[in-house]
């Protein structure tokens, strides 16, 4: 079964950033595309930013210009580097992987952007 493990999120204040990684095993992670996506309390979960296998990068509404995805497929990772928080970022952050018809997400992790 396909594991993935998030990390790096923590409370920051406005302005501030992180760096979110998510770990993947049991997977063959080259062929995946990969993701984040994000859910605050009482909201919908939704699009952060994705990257291809083929590394094409696609970015949620809000974010783009301040969050940046990348992957790593001789690690297995896949990292978002979140500048110029806003409070309003404030969420639990999930990596998930997909092939084909197959998503998978991690635990997440929680973000926190005080004011």
């Known amino acids: 079964q396909v594991h993935l493990v998030e990390s790096g999120g923590g409370l920051v204040q406005a302005g501030g950033s992180l760096r979110l990684s998510c770990a993947a095993s049991r997977i063959i992670f080259s062929l995946f595309d990969m993701g984040w996506d994000r859910q605050a309390p009482g909201k919908q979960r939704e699009l952060v930013a994705t990257?291809?296998?083929?590394?094409?990068?696609a970015y949620g509404e809000g974010v783009e210009g301040r969050f940046t995805i990348s992957r790593d497929n001789a690690q297995k990772m896949v990292y978002l580097q979140m500048n110029g928080l806003k409070p309003e970022d404030t969420a639990v952050y999930s990596c998930?992987?997909?092939?084909?018809?197959?998503?998978?997400w991690g635990q997440g992790t929680q973000v926190t952007v005080s004011s």
């Open positions: 998930n992987a997909v092939f084909r018809a197959a998503i998978y």
């Open positions: 990257i291809t296998a083929g590394y094409r990068t």
